[in-house]
């Protein structure tokens, strides 16, 4: 597959968001432990560079879901890999690469509120306010964005273009 891709959000914007983010959740969660729940693959990349700059204690924990097949959304929500931890009574960050629709977001945020934790607060790279259905609140969003597929920087295409240090824009693909 061959595709064409633009520059959409820098390194370094990337590098001072998540810094700003950070500052908030040090701040929310001052005093307390931090869960913090990464949604693979995706958010790894995020999540990784997020929790260098968090000054609280923090566990991480990682749980994999799917829903998409190349550029399209199936809609069918699959985990790949389940939580493990116990988060009963835990304050939980669930880190997320991208919300588009928020059906994915949903399904996570009602499988961790079943679990009673303390709390649970939401966190997305980027996120497509205009094609959000979800009826959760995000909490830290790091990049509002269109509705263009976006690579780089732990996204991807079909399991590609995941190390791009920068979020692009695909302007076309060709099998």
């Given amino acids: 597959m061959t595709i064409q891709y633009q520059c959409k ?36 990349i995020f999540t990784a560079d997020l929790v260098r700059m ?9 749980i994999s879901v799917s829903s998409y097949d190349g550029m399209i959304s199936s809609g069918a ?3 790949n890999k389940a939580l493990t931890a116990d988060i009963k009574g835990k304050h939980v960050l669930l880190v997320e690469d991208i919300i588009d629709s928020g059906h994915t977001i949903d ?16 966190c997305t790279l980027l996120s497509k306010t205009a094609s959000h259905k979800n009826k959760y609140k995000i909490d ?11 690579i780089g920087y732990g996204l991807d295409l079909n399991g590609q273009y995941r ?3 920068f979020i692009a824009q695909v302007i076309n693909s060709q099998s």
Avoid: W
């Fill in 54 to 62: 968090i000054k609280i204690p923090v566990k991480i924990e990682f």
């Fill in 107 to 122: 399904y996570l945020t009602h499988l961790l509120e079943s679990q009673h934790p303390a709390s649970l607060r939401i």
């Fill in 140 to 150: 830290y969003i790091g990049f509002e964005m269109t509705n263009d597929f976006a």
């Fill in 77 to 79: 929500i699959r985990v």
């Fill in 9 to 44: 959000i820098s390194q370094n914007k990337i590098k001072h968001r998540i810094k700003e983010i950070s500052t908030q959740i040090n701040q929310d969660f001052h005093g307390k432990e931090l869960t913090i729940i990464c949604v693979l693959k995706g958010a790894f």
């Fill in 163 to 165: 190390e791009l240090p």
